[in-house]
């Protein structure tokens, strides 16, 4: 049964210092989407790639967060310097072009 | 703009009883649409997907939901609800030539009495 992981799991921080969230898609889908989710904002696109190229990214701040893919078994969600307004889930989820995406579990930040 | 709604944030129904989710849309174009729903600390599992063709569509764990084109909405019933189905459930709509991208409504927490 093909799934989404995501590492860490649970992050707790302290303001200020870089977070590192890592996802791998399912083999084979060719599009990773990174989400937000916090109470008040509910679920927020933060950027997507297809075939490991940006399409997307307008929903970041770019000042402190960055998006990668570093090969097809790998995105990459970096917060650097982290502030307490980042404290959320961060879901990655995969998919194939315009199809289902399938999320994974999510990472719990906490930044103090 | 291009946005979701479900207009209940909050629904609590009794175990055995019906049940029926909305979602509405506003779209430019024939939007694609899926629901999900979350279990506490869980992601975001497919419950079903509309594409194209019939508007009626079968999930996942006994949901339905129908796709009407006219009052732009796609709403989500179960005749027969279950403890385990108390849950919050989000219904996404995309567009086609928009790269997959999908717009989330805010979600409907359903809750279940015994």
């Known amino acids: 049964d093909a799934r989404v992981t995501q590492t860490p799991r649970h992050k707790v921080t302290e303001m200020g210092q870089e977070v590192t969230m890592r996802c791998q898609p399912i083999?084979?889908?060719?599009?990773v989407f990174w989400y937000r989710q916090t109470m008040m904002q509910g679920l927020e696109l933060l950027a997507y790639?297809?075939?490991?190229?940006?399409?997307?990214d307008s929903g970041m701040p770019k000042d402190r967060f960055s998006a990668e893919m570093p090969d097809a078994t790998l995105a990459t969600l970096k917060i650097q310097p982290s502030e307490p307004r980042d404290s959320a889930v961060y879901f990655c989820?995969?998919?194939?072009?315009?199809?289902?995406?399938?999320f994974g579990p999510g990472t719990r930040l906490l930044v103090l | 703009a291009q946005s979701v709604t479900q207009p209940d944030i909050h629904i609590t129904v009794s175990e055995g009883a019906s049940l029926e989710l909305r979602c509405n849309y506003s779209y430019g174009a024939t939007p694609y649409l899926f629901w999900y729903v979350q279990s506490p600390g869980q992601g975001l599992q497919l419950l079903l997907k509309y594409f194209s063709g019939d508007t009626l569509v079968q999930g996942i764990k006994g949901f339905e939901a129908e796709f009407k084109r006219s009052q732009s909405s796609f709403n989500l019933r179960k005749p027969s609800v279950h403890w385990s189905d108390a849950a919050e459930y989000f219904c996404a709509v995309g567009r086609y030539n928009q790269g997959g991208k999908l717009i989330f409504g805010q979600g409907t927490e359903l809750s279940v009495k015994p």
């Open positions: 790639f297809r075939n490991r190229a940006p399409l997307d």
């Open positions: 083999l084979g889908h060719n599009t």
């Open positions: 989820a995969s998919g194939l072009a315009e199809e289902t995406q399938y």
